[in-house]
């Protein structure tokens, strides 16, 4: 199993930038992939970025291409989501997740951390 907790979070003005991390327990993390999704007031959970197990790959929305950028340190079992260029669209709960393969859809990720708070002022 893998706990996870995301922090990082803020208010930060348009145009500027947010680093999340997510903290990961359990000695199987680096077999899993992780991913980030976003959940708006009224709407559904979306995807916004993956990293596989060892880091090589990484997949994007199109909505954040270019200025978000997925990491991991598997040795501190950790996972980052750096977002520069922020928009006030942006504003959300993130998620960060595991999976036993990089995916975009929310229902192929067996974990969840409890979500952190993202606000985009314009």
């Known amino acids: 199993q893998v706990q996870l907790v995301e922090y990082g979070g803020g208010l930060v003005q348009a145009g500027g930038s947010l680093r999340l991390s997510c903290a990961a327990s359990g000695r199987t993390f680096n077999s899993y992939a992780m991913g980030w999704f976003r959940q708006a007031p009224g709407s559904e959970r979306e995807f916004v970025a993956a990293?596989?197990?060892?880091?090589?790959?990484?997949y994007y929305a199109d909505s954040v291409k270019g200025r978000f950028a997925i990491s991991r340190d598997n040795a501190k079992n950790m996972v980052y989501l750096q977002m520069n260029s922020l928009k006030p669209e942006d504003t959300a709960v993130y998620y960060c997740a595991a999976s036993d393969l990089m995916r975009v859809t929310s229902s192929a990720y067996d974990y969840w951390g409890q979500g952190t708070q993202v606000t985009v002022s314009s």
């Open positions: 990293i596989s197990w060892s880091g090589s790959n990484t």
